[in-house]
Structure formats: C-alpha cells, structure tokens
C-alpha cells in the first residue's frame, strides 16, 4: 500500500514547469514518495512527469491520465519509454478513454466503440514495451513500425487505465497492470471496481492489478471555504454519464460528496477506509484549493503516512 499526491502547476505561475518542479520538491521534503500529474489542454503530463521526476529523484511519477482519443499508441509509447529512461524506472503511463465532450468536437475524431479502442490502443503499447515492436492492424487502430520502437534505457513502463465502467474494467484487468478510479468511494471499490478488475486479471493470467484511488482531501481548519471550493472544482463531473454513475455506486449524489475535508485525523481515517476497501495506492488530489499552508499540511499528513506504511 502507497499514498501519493496530485500536482498541477499553480495558477498565476510564471511558468508552469518551474512551478511543478519547486511544487515536487516541497512534497518530497514533507515525505511524498508518489506524485502525479494531470492532462489537459495546456501543458503535457508525460513531459511535467518526466521534468518533475528527474529533478526530484525521490518520488516515483505517473500520469493521470492521457485520455486515448486524439491520440496514437506508438507516439505515446514513445513519449512513455523517455519518461522511464530519464526517471530510472519511476514512471507510470495512465491512460483513459476520455470524455465524448472532448473526443468529436476538439479532435475532429469519433467516438465510438470506446472499449475496442482501448482494447486495441493497449495491445500496442503493451507490445511495444515488452517487444520493443509492434505489427497491429486492428479495426480502429494500425501499428507497424518500420523500426525498432524500443527506447534505450527504459524498462517496460507500467500502464494503469482510468476505468470504472464494467467493460472497460474488464479489459483493463486483461491488458494492463491496474485502474486508476476519481470519486469512486471505499463502496464503489469494493462491491463493484477491485472485484471486477480482479476477476479479469485472474482470467487472463495477469498478477494481481493496481488499484489506485484518486481522493478529493484537504487538511484544513477552513472548513467552510474547502467545502465550497471544493464543490466548484468538483461540480463538472456531476454532468458526465460515467462519473454520475461511480458516485451513485459510492453512495453520493453529487462528486463533493465523496471529497473528505477535515484535521489530520479524519482525512487519515478515510485514507484508511479505501486501502480497506481494496485500494493499493490512495492519490490525494485537489489539495490546493485552499492555498499553499493547507496544501503543505496535506503533503505532511500523506508523508507522514507513508512512513507507517513502510
């Protein structure tokens, strides 16, 4: 069992990778040992990934995560491999299948059959990081590299998949090494994600998968102001079918429901009901909304119980 932490580059910041370096740094003086970082429209994760854990040696790096579509498997293959290579090993590629509000309208490519292109957009990276090639044509994907795409240095790189559907669980449990859920609660986990996956990967041969849950925490005494800002950072996954349905699953109505907000004991506690509940690493995410002093508090909380896990 691990715990990590989210990093985003500060708004306001004069320049986001400078920010996210300085932001890794602090965390791993406060004992965070995991951080990882999230895609957007602006910068890129891998590249903050790859920058943040070879300034920071202290902390493994993952990605939460690159969303499929727009997007081809040998070039973010490519893209993971020199993460690995230029971390030492301390790379993690997470992937997802993205929201159809941002597949069609921004990329200008459909979204349909989304489990068969996870499916197919797996078979390749995985073929690449165990081969060093792949030769795929599949119905929506085709991969053969005239070359080698082995990137020298790299050891295969670990993919999770923000999956929390049924199909998508399923295929992720076969394929790749675990899921990466946000707002599925310790009742989600438990009844519907960590036995589904599990099942899976049994299935397929496949070890025992990781389960990493993306919790909204804050360590904070401003209880009133977390709560509201948490509720407008949160508010745009209530209007998105796959999240309205892990919140359900978890016994909330709405995302904010599922954020814990409190002293050091109470987020410590919750922590515990996820790892309890199945969970292999905790991310604690959104832990900035209420300015940098709790933001450290959170950090120290996480580093603090990172070293009663080891």
Request: proline content about 6%.
């Amino acid at each position: 069992m691990t715990l990590g932490i989210a990093i985003a580059p500060a708004a306001g910041a004069v320049n986001a990778v400078d920010d996210v370096v300085g932001q890794a740094r602090r965390a791993a003086a406060a004992g965070v040992r995991s951080a990882w970082f999230g895609q957007v429209f602006s910068y890129d994760a891998i590249t903050l990934a790859t920058v943040a854990g070879r300034a920071v040696p202290e902390i493994t790096v993952g990605v939460s995560v690159v969303p499929i579509a727009g997007r081809h498997p040998l070039l973010v293959a490519s893209q993971a491999q020199t993460a690995q290579a230029a971390t030492g090993g301390r790379f993690t590629l997470g992937l997802g299948l993205g929201a159809p509000a941002f597949a069609e309208p921004v990329f200008g490519v459909p979204n349909d059959r989304p489990i068969a292109r996870l499916r197919e957009f797996l078979t390749v990276v995985r073929s690449v990081f165990e081969t060093g090639t792949a030769s795929f044509e599949g119905e929506l994907i085709t991969a053969k590299p005239p070359m080698s795409a082995k990137v020298a240095g790299a050891e295969p790189v670990p993919v999770v998949v923000a999956a929390m559907g049924p199909q998508a669980l399923r295929v992720t449990g076969e394929l790749a090494d675990g899921t990466l859920p946000l707002l599925a609660g310790p009742k989600a986990l438990a009844g519907h994600i960590v036995p589904t996956i599990r099942a899976a990967a049994d299935t397929a041969g496949r070890p025992a998968p990781k389960v990493i849950a993306a919790l909204p925490a804050l360590v904070t005494s401003d209880l009133e102001t977390a709560r509201r800002r948490m509720a407008e950072q949160t508010a745009f996954y209530d209007s998105i079918p796959s999240y309205q349905r892990i919140i359900e699953l978890s016994g909330a109505t709405k995302a904010a429901e599922l954020a814990v907000i409190g002293d050091e004991e109470l987020v410590a506690a919750e922590i515990r009901r996820y790892f309890d509940a199945g969970a292999t690493e905790v991310v604690i995410t959104q832990s900035d909304l209420a300015g940098t002093a709790d933001q450290l508090r959170t950090w120290r909380l996480v580093g603090e119980l990172t070293r009663a896990l080891t």
